[in-house]
């Protein structure tokens, strides 16, 4: 590129500045300043560095047109993000006065959204369903549940987001997985009236979490879905009730129930005298004999998905709730007396098996979607082809062709050649249906008179499509599709009333868990492995409290409509016993989350949530420096770049050395000139959340320094602050940036591509405009679905040529 920028070397993110300037007013290049004060401000602070002679970061700035800076808006726009948030110039380089850099960026921004050539729209080339996708798509299209990271591999992530086009290629090696889960699928859908005997179990450490809630009133077991073939007799065993050779963990007696669908079908008390005396007396022969009465439990369960728990009812045996608190019967199907230290580790699993005695296939939610007919004699192939035409519309997302039904239908017809029944024949054509590349693959053709190499509005279906994924995670409902087939879904109004229709449907919830924990990067906790020695308190059951809690509280904003500024500011958050007691947080007690309202403010927003506090930290401490980067990428939208090769990053303390704070292991890069440019702005940050330890449990003093905590810090834009609560004052300050950031994060989400330069002046159009509804998120959401970038497609570049990887696997896929 001639001019490229590459800024990132200098690093210094920093903390955004200070502006004057309200998001809403748009000044113009008469106000106070104009290109030839600005051209002094850069030759003064800028091009010294950035010259054709130096050309410090790869950037030359001398050989600009201040002048008319279209000519070189994806330069300015990078500029413009470093400048905005006081990153430059670097730590330790002589700065302009803010006032100055201020309304530099404004004049700047001003003139790039005056813009009135270019490009509006990027292209988007032909992407696969990914798998969180797929999974949706099947549960909207067939009603079958299914657990995408067991059936079909990790999806490539671009900027967070695994929804991103370019990077959704397919290998013949993943087109084969797609395969074999679309006949997976077809099988649970249609049914087997006579299927074999097998045995699924359920885990308790993988199914334990309160995003599975348990019925009200039981705590200490667990909850899932399990899809039962066909109507018939079935057997649960419950495999270790950690009835050990300890006989203390019988000593109080405990009911077990199983509730399918909240039904209760089982129930046993298990402890107390009886079951105590009879293993003091008999030892292993006693505990098998205990356990037998938790074996070949019948049950007798119709066809279909069905909530399945297990757990113990909610009774206190112990003298207060206070004590209570601590104590879950057998450490609630987990490890006995070790559970009364709070140490456990879950283990064992439920397992069901069956069927025994099968007697039909009653009307499931999946068959019903299907059978849209009855076949009666004689018109059997009628039938056949009235719920094969109906199935692959509402899978393709467009009305069916003559040429779809001649693919599809031999696969019904040879099935019954073969001598297989009606619902044999169908489950050929759903399996078709699910691997064609029809249903697999998104393309955007546009109008059948687009010109080449020129941008185009989609039409109502590729709308449809677009609109539905971004909300919904999956292809467009039968009111949606019916007015893009019948191009009402571009009349005026009608885009905003389907909008707002859809975040008010229970699948909107997909905007939690694939836009924003994917953008906050909080779907990995498993990657931070507390040290067991110095956070004792910690497990997986708080692991999964984290998220659960993370995903309830941003459901809340979300599901709500209100202001994304509460992602920051709300003063409350869900909790349940577990959650609560680990935050210090008194008065919460059961497994279930539920709304509670925060007294200290140390705990609003997303900066006082453990999920964020143990992703920004290591196993043996906090983090300043990953805690500093994450508030810089996810908050501000100024993303910290790795530190160059062979940087010592590792702030290990050597054997027999004396224990220091991180704060003071730190230091010893801060002072370093070339580390100053980096530290000099990510640290303060996160040294402002240094007193919540890697767990997220608050504190005052380092246990292993032996040391008060430190929070006090000097933000890069000069305001000195102390802890998190003024750090997040500091954020409000200027809350345009947050709302930015939130709707470049989710207009790359929603049209499944990295942003350009040229789709920055429509972020900052659609942010001006939520400003006048206080930044709700309907209103961002409405923003970006108006917008050029949404509803066009452009011409593909030199990076995204037409015929991409994924279009020449589509199409072999078609022909096997």
């Not at 502006?19 to 003064?44: C, I, K, N, W, Y």
């Not at 206070?322 to 559970?339: I, S």
Request: overall charge neutral; aromatic content about 8%; glycine content about 8%.
């Amino acid at each position: 590129m001639k001019h490229l920028i590459y800024l990132s070397v200098l690093l210094g993110f920093g903390f955004a500045a200070i502006s004057q300037r309200a998001e809403g007013q748009v000044p113009s290049a008469s106000s106070a300043a104009g290109p030839d004060q600005f051209h002094t401000m850069l030759a003064s602070y800028c091009v010294t560095c950035h010259n054709t002679r130096l050309k410090t970061g790869g950037l030359v700035l001398d050989g600009l047109d201040i002048q008319a800076p279209a000519n070189n808006a994806d330069i300015w726009e990078k500029a413009l993000r470093k400048l905005r948030a006081h990153q430059m110039p670097p730590p330790g380089s002589p700065q302009p006065e803010q006032k100055d850099a201020d309304s530099f960026v404004a004049w700047m921004e001003s003139a790039l959204d005056a813009r009135t050539k270019g490009p509006t729209a990027g292209y988007v080339p032909i992407q696969r369903l990914n798998r969180t996708e797929y999974a949706a798509s099947v549960k909207m299209l067939l009603g079958v549940e299914i657990n995408p990271k067991e059936v079909l591999p990790q999806d490539i992530r671009v900027e967070g987001f695994d929804n991103i086009a370019d990077a959704l290629s397919v290998s013949p090696a993943f087109l084969d997985q797609y395969i074999s889960a679309a006949r997976q699928v077809a099988r649970l859908a249609v049914g087997n009236s006579n299927p074999r005997v097998t045995d699924v179990k359920y885990a308790v450490a993988a199914n334990q979490n309160p995003r599975n809630p348990l019925p009200p009133g039981t705590r200490g077991g667990i909850a899932f879905q399990h899809n039962f073939p066909v109507d018939g007799d079935y057997q649960i065993n419950i495999k270790d009730l950690a009835v050990g050779p300890y006989s203390n963990a019988l000593e109080t007696q405990s009911t077990l129930v199983i509730m399918i669908d909240g039904r209760m079908v089982f129930r046993q008390p298990i402890g107390g005298r009886t079951d105590l005396a009879l293993v003091d007396r008999q030892a292993g022969t006693g505990r098998s004999q205990i356990m037998e009465r938790f074996s070949k439990i019948p049950v007798h369960v119709e066809a279909g998905g069905h909530e399945v728990a297990v757990a113990f009812i909610d009774r206190s045996h112990v003298a207060s709730d206070e004590n209570f608190q601590f104590l879950e019967p057998y450490g609630g199907l987990t490890g006995g007396a070790a559970a009364l230290n709070r140490r456990s580790e879950l283990r064992g699993a439920v397992e069901i098996v069956g069927p025994f005695h099968p007697t039909g296939i009653s009307e499931t939610p999946s068959r019903a979607l299907i059978f849209v007919c009855e076949p009666k004699a004689g018109e059997e192939a009628a039938c056949a082809n009235r719920i094969t035409e109906n199935l692959a519309r509402r899978a393709f997302r467009r009305p069916v062709t003559a040429a779809d039904m001649n693919r599809l239908m031999p696969f019904y017809e040879r099935a019954r050649r073969d001598g297989g029944s009606f619902d044999q024949g169908i489950e050929q054509v759903v399996a078709a249906v699910l691997a064609s590349p029809q249903f697999l693959y998104r393309i955007i053709k546009g109008p059948k008179d687009t010109a080449p190499d020129t941008e185009f509005a989609l039409t109502d279906l590729e709308l449809a499509s677009r609109l539905s994924f971004f909300l919904w995670n999956t292809g467009p409902d039968q009111e949606m599709l019916t007015l893009a087939e019948t191009n009402q879904l571009t009349r005026p109004g009608m885009l905003e009333k389907q909008v707002r229709r859809m975040l008010a449907d229970p699948k909107a919830s997909s905007l939690v868990t694939s836009f924003a924990m994917k953008w906050l990067n909080l779907t990995d906790l498993d990657q931070v492995v507390p040290d067991p020695v110095l956070f004792p308190n910690f497990n997986d059951q708080l692991r999964q409290d984290f998220l659960a809690e993370t995903e309830a509280f941003v459901g809340s904003v979300f599901s709500d409509d209100r202001s994304v500024l509460e992602l920051l500011t709300a003063n409350y958050t869900f909790l349940n016993e577990r959650l609560a007691r680990h935050y210090g947080v008194s008065g919460v007690f059961g497994p279930q989350l539920r709304e509670v309202t925060l007294v200290e403010k140390e705990r609003w927003g997303v900066l006082g949530k453990g999920a964020m506090l143990l992703r920004t930290s290591y196993g043996d401490r906090t983090s300043p420096v990953l805690r500093g980067a994450w508030v810089l990428d996810k908050i501000i939208g100024s993303p910290a770049t790795p530190p160059p090769p062979d940087t010592a990053t590792d702030l290990s303390q050597k054997a027999g050395e004396q224990p220091k704070t991180v704060r003071a292991r730190l230091e010893q890069h801060r002072n370093k000139a070339s580390c100053k440019m980096c530290h000099g702005v990510i640290d303060p940050i996160g040294l402002a959340l240094e007193n919540f330890d890697a767990t997220g449990v608050w504190r005052t003093k380092d246990s292993q320094a032996k040391a008060p905590i430190d929070a006090s810090t000097v933000l890069p834009n000069g305001v000195p602050i102390n802890g998190v609560v003024e750090l997040r004052a500091q954020l409000m300050d200027r809350p345009e940036l947050f709302v930015r950031n939130v709707t470049e994060r989710l207009m790359t989400y929603a049209v499944n591509r990295r942003l350009e330069y040229f789709d920055m002046p429509q972020v900052r159009a659609i942010v001006r405009g939520a400003a006048r509804d206080n930044y709700r998120l309907s209103s961002l959401i409405l923003g970006i679905v108006n917008s050029d970038a949404f509803r066009k497609q452009g011409p593909p570049s030199d990076a995204n040529p037409k015929s991409s990887g994924a279009e020449l696997t589509a199409a072999a896929a078609t022909k096997r």
